[in-house]
């Protein structure tokens, strides 16, 4: 009888294949395979080096193909080399080697054998609040360095006892090489605390806490990866405690809740929004609420959605139980700074806003916020992408001719570093207008250039001279520097997030972004690829009396669009539409727009809803940006269809979309006794038949072109589903979903652009 003959293979294996439980997977996988061999983790993934016959290793590569569920493979690669009698196969220890990228995955909610545990008495983890197995648990924040193993994580000093020794080592068991694994002989501890920080000794900390929180008081969590201001959500006094001491006057809340039941009780969950809040990122989901949904009023005022979230560590399951009812987890920071994620520093920044701090022992190495997903044309739609979802790359159709850095835009600030065909956005970082965010911004994009061990060559930087995120740009030492248009990066992200090369038709709808013609655009539609745009469309300019001031006091917006539809005369109404607006302002802002003095010109879609939201609204002020636009969208009638005239003039330089025409309909409709919910719809329409007709007319001048939809007006479900509906079936508009269309996805764009300039040159 024949021997079967030995064979030897060595696969290599590019992904999210590190911390996820894949090394003792492929090991089992083997050895029911009945191959030998090896498996470790490299600095660009997972090798492997197999032996056995024909049969047995075709058993084992075709297994490859069904990894766990938290891995996500990108590219294998196999080549033959000597065979070995190897005795059995066995996972070994990681290689460092010159190229390094990044395989840590992002943090994994608690899978449920672990919640199990924690709610079983007769486990030795019950109420052990760092549950975790191979499956679950701390990845990205917790990782001081790669290839991530214990030794090069915050776990390093505690020294498995001997039980959880025996489960790290056993193949077969769930927590075979789970790097965080501990227990409550040898791991993290939680402890309570003042709130100047002093400890306070009890029995249990969670309990105490919970307690705590059901009598109304405030406690900053430290959680996987940051704090969180905790309080009850169902209590009015405590919410606006929290806000008055956080600096948070309207800007909705985060709910958590203890699972799908709970959240169902609250808001109206569909299939999509089930599977966004059962996933391992465990996101924050903007919901529509139910009537009479529990929540205190303060939770999200003027506001007809909620965002909830379930638990995704063990401390969040058991405080929730604890509690035993829903819970605010809000950032911990004050309104505008970076998240908290050391102790003695949220004791020194968060002292004046928490009652207690819920701490523990473990650090967290890389903080990341919350990541937060809404609903668009069905399905979920990533608005910050941060804790879950960070360092997942995003992969290019063409890789990148030299490692690029962008820098990102001033609000809602993430960066991009790229090389080769991976893209890695940063975590949310926010608003660059402090010291201490910005101090997180250069410190994170040092961190990440130390984990995927990219030193740019290129850096890109959007074309506004006055950003934070410029004037960083412009320091570092790179040789190459390349400023980026705003909204031509905006449509290239969507473009990259969908593999297309271009030319595409791109609509970019935003509040503001730096122009080349001296206005600020933001309501553009354009003909774009990675190196160069044609400017098809724009809308026409409102003057900002006051500049910045204008967004944080929409009256004004609201007061030019008028002045502007009426020929520099006001309807007298408008006079007592603001009552907390005093009339000697009204006539200054007056008296700038009629003598036509030119403050800053704003072309952006988000001014308009600004200035249409103040007049039919009544709001003058906005306490967070984007509220007053957030609120027109939630206002529309969906059963009314009707839109307002609009008129499109042709320019030197490109076609201009004239709203006056639907200003002067929407305020004869409200003296008629229209109610602002049907204006509002129909001011929706508008802006989609517009933008249906000028992206029609592109396609007529440039060809049957992709059309892609980005911008931070495309956060607003109701404006994407009715200019999706508007340009089918002709056109299949492509949105973002896992890059934000907002400014946090604005660097994968930048990155992009800069690397074909770059490239041109």
Same mark, same amino acid.
């Given at each position: 009888?024949?021997?079967?003959?030995?064979?030897?293979?060595?696969?290599?294996?590019?992904?999210?294949?590190?911390?996820?439980?894949?090394?003792?997977?492929?090991?089992?996988?083997?050895?029911?395979?009945?191959?030998?061999?090896?498996?470790?983790?490299?600095?660009?993934?997972?090798?492997?080096?197999?032996?056995?016959?024909?049969?047995?290793?075709?058993?084992?590569?075709?297994?490859?193909?069904?990894?766990?569920?938290?891995?996500?493979?990108?590219?294998?690669?196999?080549?033959?080399?000597?065979?070995?009698?190897?005795?059995?196969?066995?996972?070994?220890?990681?290689?460092?080697?010159?190229?390094?990228?990044?395989?840590?995955?992002?943090?994994?909610?608690?899978?449920?054998?672990?919640?199990?545990?924690?709610?079983?008495?007769?486990?030795?983890?019950?109420?052990?609040?760092?549950?975790?197995?191979?499956?679950?648990?701390?990845?990205?924040?917790?990782?001081?360095?790669?290839?991530?193993?214990?030794?090069?994580?915050?776990?390093?000093?505690?020294?498995?006892?001997?039980?959880?020794?025996?489960?790290?080592?056993?193949?077969?068991?769930?927590?075979?090489?789970?790097?965080?694994?501990?227990?409550?002989?040898?791991?993290?501890?939680?402890?309570?605390?003042?709130?100047?920080?002093?400890?306070?000794?009890?029995?249990?900390?969670?309990?105490?806490?919970?307690?705590?929180? @059901?009598?109304?008081?405030?406690?900053?969590?430290?959680?996987?990866?940051?704090?969180?201001?905790?309080?009850?959500?169902?209590?009015?006094?405590?919410?606006?405690?929290?806000?008055?001491?956080?600096?948070?006057?309207?800007?909705?809340?985060?709910?958590?809740?203890?699972?799908?039941?709970?959240?169902?009780?609250?808001?109206?969950?569909?299939?999509?929004?089930? @599977?966004?809040?059962?996933?391992?990122? @465990?996101?924050?989901?903007?919901?529509?609420?139910?009537?009479?949904?529990?929540?205190?009023?303060?939770?999200?005022?003027?506001?007809?959605?909620?965002?909830?979230?379930?638990?995704?560590?063990?401390?969040?399951?058991?405080?929730?139980?604890?509690?035993?009812?829903?819970?605010?987890?809000?950032?911990?920071?004050?309104?505008?700074?970076?998240?908290?994620?050391?102790?003695?520093?949220?004791?020194?920044?968060?002292?004046?806003?928490?009652?207690?701090?819920?701490?523990?022992?473990?650090?967290?190495?890389?903080?990341?916020?919350?990541?937060?997903?809404?609903?668009?044309?069905?399905?979920?739609?990533?608005?910050?992408?941060?804790?879950?979802?960070?360092?997942?790359?995003?992969?290019?159709?063409?890789?990148?001719?030299?490692?690029?850095?962008?820098?990102?835009?001033?609000?809602?600030?993430?960066?991009?570093?790229?090389?080769?065909?991976?893209?890695?956005?940063?975590?949310?970082?926010?608003?660059?207008?402090?010291?201490?965010?910005?101090?997180?911004?250069?410190?994170?994009?040092?961190?990440?250039?130390?984990?995927?061990?990219?030193?740019?060559?290129?850096?890109?930087?959007?074309?506004?001279?006055?950003?934070?995120?410029?004037?960083?740009?412009?320091?570092?030492?790179?040789?190459?520097?390349?400023?980026?248009?705003?909204?031509?990066?905006?449509?290239?992200?969507?473009?990259?997030?969908?593999?297309?090369?271009?030319?595409?038709?791109?609509?970019?709808?935003?509040?503001?972004?730096?122009?080349?013609?001296?206005?600020?655009?933001?309501?553009?539609?354009?003909?774009?690829?990675?190196?160069?745009?044609?400017?098809?469309?724009?809308?026409?300019?409102?003057?900002?009396?006051?500049?910045?001031?204008?967004?944080?006091?929409?009256?004004?917006?609201?007061?030019?669009?008028?002045?502007?539809?009426?020929?520099?005369?006001?309807?007298?109404?408008?006079?007592?539409?603001?009552?907390?607006?005093?009339?000697?302002?009204?006539?200054?802002?007056?008296?700038?727009?009629?003598?036509?003095?030119?403050?800053?010109?704003?072309?952006?879609?988000?001014?308009?809803?600004?200035?249409?939201?103040?007049?039919?609204?009544?709001?003058?002020?906005?306490?967070?940006?984007?509220?007053?636009?957030?609120?027109?969208?939630?206002?529309?009638?969906?059963?009314?269809?009707?839109?307002?005239?609009?008129?499109?003039?042709?320019?030197?330089?490109?076609?201009?979309?004239?709203?006056?025409?639907?200003?002067?309909?929407?305020?004869?409709?409200?003296?008629?006794?229209?109610?602002?919910?049907?204006?509002?719809?129909?001011?929706?329409?508008?802006?989609?038949?517009?933008?249906?007709?000028?992206?029609?007319?592109?396609?007529?001048?440039?060809?049957?072109?992709?059309?892609?939809?980005?911008?931070?007006?495309?956060?607003?479900?109701?404006?994407?589903?009715?200019?999706?509906?508007?340009?089918?079936?002709?056109?299949?508009?492509?949105?973002?979903?896992?890059?934000?269309?907002?400014?946090?996805?604005?660097?994968?764009?930048?990155?992009?652009?800069?690397?074909?300039?770059?490239?041109?040159?």
């Amino acid at each position: 009888m024949a021997v079967a003959q030995l064979e030897g293979r060595r696969i290599r294996i590019r992904g999210t294949v590190q911390g996820v439980g894949f090394r003792p997977w492929v090991c089992r996988t083997a050895r029911l395979a009945g191959v030998t061999g090896r498996v470790r983790n490299d600095s660009a993934g997972v090798a492997i080096e197999v032996f056995g016959d024909d049969a047995s290793l075709q058993r084992f590569t075709e297994a490859l193909h069904f990894p766990p569920p938290a891995a996500k493979i990108l590219a294998v690669t196999s080549e033959a080399i000597p065979a070995e009698g190897a005795s059995r196969f066995e996972i070994v220890e990681s290689q460092q080697d010159a190229e390094r990228r990044v395989s840590i995955p992002p943090d994994l909610a608690t899978c449920d054998e672990c919640v199990a545990e924690i709610f079983d008495p007769a486990n030795r983890r019950y109420r052990y609040a760092f549950t975790n197995c191979t499956n679950c648990g701390p990845r990205f924040t917790i990782a001081r360095d790669i290839p991530y193993d214990r030794a090069t994580t915050t776990m390093a000093p505690f020294v498995m006892c001997l039980e959880c020794r025996r489960e790290y080592e056993n193949v077969n068991d769930r927590r075979f090489h789970a790097q965080p694994n501990a227990c409550p002989v040898c791991g993290p501890r939680l402890t309570l605390h003042a709130h100047d920080g002093v400890r306070i000794e009890v029995d249990d900390p969670l309990a105490a806490a919970a307690e705590a929180l @059901r009598y109304g008081l405030i406690v900053a969590v430290k959680g996987i990866s940051g704090f969180h201001l905790a309080c009850d959500a169902t209590s009015d006094v405590a919410m606006r405690r929290l806000r008055r001491l956080k600096h948070r006057e309207e800007k909705p809340l985060a709910v958590m809740v203890k699972d799908l039941d709970a959240a169902e009780a609250l808001a109206i969950v569909g299939d999509e929004a089930r @599977r966004l809040l059962t996933s391992v990122e @465990r996101p924050i989901v903007v919901l529509p609420e139910r009537q009479g949904r529990g929540l205190g009023a303060s939770v999200a005022p003027h506001n007809h959605t909620v965002g909830l979230f379930l638990p995704y560590s063990p401390l969040h399951h058991l405080l929730l139980a604890e509690a035993a009812r829903p819970l605010v987890m809000t950032s911990g920071n004050r309104s505008d700074e970076p998240i908290a994620h050391r102790n003695d520093e949220a004791i020194r920044r968060l002292g004046n806003i928490a009652d207690l701090f819920l701490l523990h022992d473990r650090d967290i190495d890389s903080r990341a916020d919350d990541s937060v997903v809404t609903m668009v044309c069905g399905r979920g739609t990533v608005l910050r992408r941060s804790r879950g979802h960070g360092p997942r790359a995003i992969e290019l159709r063409h890789g990148v001719v030299r490692p690029v850095l962008a820098c990102g835009a001033l609000l809602k600030n993430t960066f991009c570093l790229a090389s080769g065909t991976s893209a890695w956005l940063g975590p949310h970082i926010g608003d660059l207008e402090n010291v201490e965010t910005y101090d997180a911004y250069v410190h994170a994009i040092a961190r990440m250039e130390q984990f995927v061990r990219i030193k740019p060559e290129v850096v890109a930087h959007d074309m506004h001279p006055d950003y934070v995120s410029t004037q960083y740009a412009l320091g570092r030492g790179e040789a190459i520097k390349i400023p980026v248009q705003h909204h031509h990066a905006h449509v290239v992200s969507a473009m990259a997030e969908h593999g297309l090369e271009g030319p595409a038709i791109g609509i970019a709808y935003d509040g503001t972004g730096y122009g080349t013609d001296g206005t600020l655009w933001g309501g553009e539609i354009m003909v774009a690829d990675a190196r160069s745009f044609a400017r098809v469309a724009t809308f026409r300019p409102l003057p900002l009396v006051g500049g910045d001031r204008a967004i944080h006091e929409p009256w004004r917006i609201a007061l030019a669009l008028a002045v502007d539809a009426f020929d520099g005369e006001l309807p007298p109404e408008i006079w007592s539409l603001w009552n907390d607006v005093k009339e000697s302002q009204l006539a200054a802002v007056l008296a700038v727009l009629r003598a036509r003095c030119v403050p800053p010109l704003a072309r952006g879609v988000g001014r308009y809803f600004d200035g249409f939201g103040a007049l039919f609204l009544g709001r003058s002020h906005a306490s967070f940006e984007g509220q007053i636009a957030l609120e027109w969208n939630r206002a529309a009638d969906l059963t009314v269809e009707r839109g307002c005239a609009y008129r499109v003039t042709d320019g030197p330089s490109c076609a201009e979309i004239d709203l006056r025409p639907a200003v002067r309909e929407a305020l004869r409709d409200r003296a008629v006794g229209a109610p602002a919910s049907a204006i509002a719809t129909a001011f929706h329409h508008t802006i989609a038949r517009a933008t249906a007709a000028l992206v029609r007319r592109a396609a007529m001048q440039y060809g049957p072109l992709p059309a892609v939809a980005s911008g931070g007006c495309f956060q607003k479900a109701l404006l994407a589903e009715l200019i999706v509906e508007a340009l089918a079936p002709e056109h299949d508009v492509l949105l973002h979903r896992d890059v934000p269309p907002g400014d946090g996805g604005v660097a994968l764009g930048q990155a992009v652009i800069a690397d074909a300039i770059a490239h041109a040159v």
